[in-house]
């Protein structure tokens, strides 16, 4: 470990450690444009110039080693007006056009201009000026804005694995492009707009929806897949409208790194028409929209007939990895409580068998966030998902189904004969389920945006997301719904689950390698949840 | 003084292996062969050669950074990438000493155990790759290259590589990344290239003219060529003077000579009715010599001394008739012109002073421009990840420093006083 001083402050960092990253895990900030700590160093935008005592000239920091006794200055004379020149040269072709340029708020050149330029240039000549072009079908490019960092041709490099994106021609003409105008591929392309520290590389999906001092953004887990990379959600501030989605840096799942499915999945939950009402059929008559309690009543009368009738083991209860550990949880927990039904499946299991690996990035093929929580939160499986399911209703084993996440129901297969057999049907949706028309009652469920909860990806790892935006109408949680219903079915200690945590803090209790968790131990990052060398083997 | 570097310069027989076996050819190549690697290597050393290239480090040096173990083949690149305005010396020695280059080439690859040598020449040098490929090709049939040369159990392949057209690529890093077939832009050092060079082995980066001096250092002994020119600066050098000379041309003189005997006595003086006004004496990227300065010692260490260079021994010579406005933005529009562009203070500070070179050559200039081009040259010197941000900000700076009285005439008249017409545009 060798000892350094920055600006005085001594500093013990591991061999290798470059000035930059000691300084900034030391709380020292220096400037810095090229570097990104997940590409190679290139030294190129020399912003991070230092002083080292003994070395003539200034250095970058972000390429220089650390060394025993190594004294670092990061803001003397020389330094200042080295990042004062950095910073003017870097403007004289840069059109200055923040009012109206994307990335304005949240830009490195603007916050370094103000932190470390001299506040005026002295250039007065006409400014090289390019036309913008589109890179595909997520980015947009405006190469005047460009300080010609290559972030991005790296990425597309290391991460992307395909070096499509790069240079053309030299010097100040020198302009980003693909070979011959192809469109970018693959499904990493949004990384690119997050790794632009200008406003040079903006989202076609995102720009000119808001302003960053407009936003606020919330910490949150993707759903699209069983990674569940950490991302934050973007929320304009006045209207509660959701915006987009970044990576949030975790460096257990998805380092800085997210792909364009989860990032743009949003839009298949909040472009379409989401269910914002119950519904129930009263009487024998089709559906119809209800309060939530008319909906409750429903449920509750048919259950009692149908148990009456035929007891407590044609209920089924059908888990969702798309639905929070939250959720399953007390999907699992009412079942067994209301009708002592141990019966229960995963709908949506199906593998996607689509894949991506790429260099920097692996994109699974299973497109559901949560299969192994819902597992854990005591969906056991009665044979094989929806498959079982089916023999069962067959059979005539099962009259009673709650369905979670209807909407997610991958795996069906039109089967409306077949699950007319099924006397009472319960469905929480985020978006109208397939099996809709069937249902007796329909609850509007809050998408993960919405609400609080934990989802536990493909590693075991417990990860929290976190409510953003208001549910849409009449939308609530699915753990919330079934505590509602449990409570019109008078179940003991449903009263004092108020929020998701009451919920999750159940499940901990009763779960193996959830024990002792609540949502603090969590984090930001998540946990690997505890699991004995047997069930690994299993 | 007989010359070693340009001797056949002239005569084109001697591409040809028999007439420059004849000379005494490759005979330098037996010898290396009877001696081991690290003699060679000591005897480079010892002899005192800098590079020629400009930078003029010590070739023995650089050859003894090679790690002797390497897990990935070892190379050497010869630099022929001669671009450096004001220079065209390697030219004499590609056309005309071809098999001199060759036969440097082997000595070295043996000294270091290279097996894989390239010559990277610039793209505009069609005819000396020719030259060179024909040559390359003779010594393949007579064993001087290829398996087993001579049956002393060493190989070597030679390949030329025509370079496309960028003055960058004769930065050394630029070059292994141009002949790796990548963007010619420099790398970021360290790792130096003696370490992780070309595809990312061992290499080993010379010059031309410091190849094509070994084969007279192996013949001679390294004491004979220790005992030319001044202390720290030995062996001799060729300059290619160019500007207003009577012979203008190609001359191989020992280091240390006199500047002023350069230009009066081997290219004739001034031309008649002129006096010396400046000279450039390293290529367009030394600083510029007032003629006053001109009583000067050609060599690296004095050079430096005066806050110039030999660079790579171009002298452009100017009379009393030229503008150094002109020169200065003829140079500036260079350097913007083959800025590559990858860090920020050389691609954009090298058009920002353009502008204001060209502004104040066409009369419209102020006198605060002066000082605005030296702080644009001071932001970029020292600043940039390769020698080319101090290639171009130190001249330029030089020109506004020492002839800043002339700078301020074409501001006090609002036009050129030797009646220059504006510069034309750059696209």
């Known amino acids: 470990m060798p000892t350094l001083t920055i600006d005085g402050k001594e500093i013990s960092v591991p061999k290798g450690t470059t000035v930059l990253e000691a300084a900034k895990t030391n709380g020292i900030h220096i400037p810095h444009y090229c570097y990104h700590p997940a590409l190679a160093v290139v030294g190129n935008c020399r912003m991070c110039l230092v002083k080292i005592e003994g070395m003539p000239k200034l250095q970058t920091s ?477 | 003084m007989e010359a070693t570097l340009i001797k056949h310069i002239g005569h084109t027989a001697f591409r040809d292996i028999d007439t420059f076996v004849q000379g005494g050819g490759y005979r330098a190549v037996e010898k290396a062969f009877g001696m081991r690697p690290e003699e060679v290597t000591e005897a480079v050393k010892s002899s005192g050669l800098r590079g020629r290239g400009g930078a003029g480090f010590s070739a023995g040096m650089k050859w003894s950074f090679v790690p002797k173990e390497s897990q990935l083949p070892k190379y050497l690149c010869c630099n022929a990438d001669e671009s450096e305005p004001g220079t065209f010396k390697d030219r004499q020695i590609v056309e005309y000493e071809p098999h001199l280059l060759v036969e440097g080439i082997i000595i070295c690859c043996y000294a270091v155990g290279i097996h894989s040598a390239y010559i990277y020449i610039r793209g505009e040098f069609a005819y000396g790759a020719e030259v060179l490929e024909n040559a390359i090709a003779q010594a393949y049939s007579r064993n001087y290259l290829g398996r087993d040369i001579l049956g002393k159990g060493f190989d070597l392949d030679v390949t030329v590589h025509r370079g496309a057209g960028a003055y960058i690529c004769g930065e050394e890093t630029a070059l292994l990344e141009s002949l790796e077939g990548k963007r010619g832009q420099p790398r970021l050092k360290p790792p130096f290239p003696a370490v992780v060079g070309l595809f990312n082995g061992p290499t080993v980066i010379n010059n031309v003219e410091t190849l094509a001096a070994i084969p007279s250092i192996i013949n001679n002994g390294a004491d004979w060529y220790a005992a030319i020119g001044p202390e720290r600066n030995r062996g001799t050098k060729l300059f290619s003077v160019s500007g207003h000379v009577v012979k203008p041309g190609v001359y191989e003189m020992p280091l240390g000579t006199n500047l002023l005997a350069l230009i009066n006595d081997c290219c004739g003086g001034i031309r008649p009715g002129r006096t010396l006004k400046a000279v450039i004496p390293g290529g367009a990227s030394a600083s510029v010599l007032r003629a006053e300065e001109c009583n000067i010692s050609l060599d690296f260490d004095s050079l430096a001394k005066a806050g110039s260079m030999l660079g790579s021994g171009g002298a452009i010579v100017m009379d009393d008739s030229t503008c150094m406005v002109k020169v200065a933005h003829t140079a500036s529009r260079f350097f913007y012109e083959e800025s590559c562009g990858k860090c920020t203070p050389c691609r954009e500070g090298i058009g920002w002073v353009e502008k204001l070179f060209r502004r104040l050559e066409s009369g419209g200039g102020r006198e605060t421009d002066l000082a605005l081009i030296s702080d644009i040259c001071d932001n970029v010197k020292g600043k940039t990840l390769c020698p080319f941000g101090e290639a171009f900000s130190a001249p330029l700076d030089t020109f506004v420093k020492k002839f800043r009285e002339e700078f301020l005439e074409h501001v006090r008249q609002k036009r050129c006083p030797f009646g220059n017409p504006p510069p034309d545009p750059v696209h």
């Open chain 1, 62 to 538: 972000c390429s220089t080693a650390v060394a025993e006794n190594m004294k670092v200055f990061t803001k003397t004379d020389e330094v200042r007006k080295a990042q004062q020149g950095v910073m003017e040269l870097l403007l004289i072709n840069h059109p200055l056009d923040c009012p109206v340029c994307d990335q304005g708020g949240e830009c490195d050149l603007q916050d370094f201009s103000y932190g470390y330029g001299a506040g005026k240039s002295r250039y007065e000549f006409e400014k090289q000026t390019f036309v913008e072009r589109s890179l595909g079908p997520v980015i947009k490019l405006n190469m005047n804005r460009c300080i010609r960092c290559t972030r991005c041709v790296r990425f597309c490099q290391e991460v992307r694995g395909k070096a499509e994106l790069d240079f053309f021609y030299r010097g100040q003409h020198s302009e980003l492009a693909t070979y011959d105008n192809q469109e970018l591929t693959g499904a990493l392309q949004g990384n690119l707009v997050d790794v632009c520290p200008v406003g040079a590389l903006t989202s076609k999906d995102y720009r000119f929806k808001s302003r960053p001092w407009d936003n606020r953004d919330v910490k949150s887990v993707c759903p699209f897949c069983e990674k569940g990379c950490s991302t934050d959600i973007t929320v304009k501030w006045r209207t509660g409208q959701l915006l987009r989605t970044k990576p949030r840096y975790n460096p257990d799942v998805n380092g800085h790194w997210m792909c364009d499915h989860g990032r743009f999945g949003y839009h298949a939950i909040f472009d379409g028409q989401r269910v914002q009402k119950s519904e129930a059929t009263i009487g024998g008559a089709g559906l119809s929209v209800v309060p939530r309690e008319k909906a409750y009543a429903a449920v509750y009368e048919a259950s009692k007939r149908i148990r009456e009738r035929d007891g407590g083991s044609v209920f089924f209860g059908l888990g969702s990895p798309h639905a929070s550990n939250e959720d399953n949880f007390m999907l699992a927990k009412f079942m067994k409580d209301a009708f002592q039904c141990a019966h229960f499946g995963l709908n949506a299991t199906e593998d996607s068998g689509e894949a991506e690996d790429y260099p920097g990035f692996k994109i699974p093929s299973f497109k559901a966030p949560n299969l192994q929580g819902a597992r854990d939160a005591g969906i056991t499986e009665q044979g094989v998902g929806y498959a079982g399911l089916r023999t069962a209703i067959g059979k005539g084993e099962v009259k009673a189904l709650f369905v979670l996440a209807g909407n997610r129901f991958s795996d069906w297969r039109g089967d409306f004969e077949l699950m007319k057999r099924v006397d009472l049907l319960v469905i929480f949706e985020l978006l109208p389920s397939p099996l809709h028309p069937l249902a007796t009652a329909t609850i509007p469920a809050a998408a993960w945006t919405e609400t609080d909860g934990t989802m536990t990806n493909m590693q075991g790892r417990i990860q929290r997301f976190w409510r953003g935006v208001d549910p849409a109408g009449d939308a609530i949680p699915q753990w919330q719904a079934l505590v509602e219903l449990g409570q019109r079915f008078g179940l003991q200690g449903y009263q004092q689950l108020k929020r998701a945590e009451d919920a999750f803090k159940l499940l901990a209790a009763s779960t193996p390698g959830y024990a002792g968790l609540d949502y603090s131990k969590i984090g930001d990052r998540g946990v690997l949840r505890v699991v004995e060398e047997a069930a690994l083997a299993r």
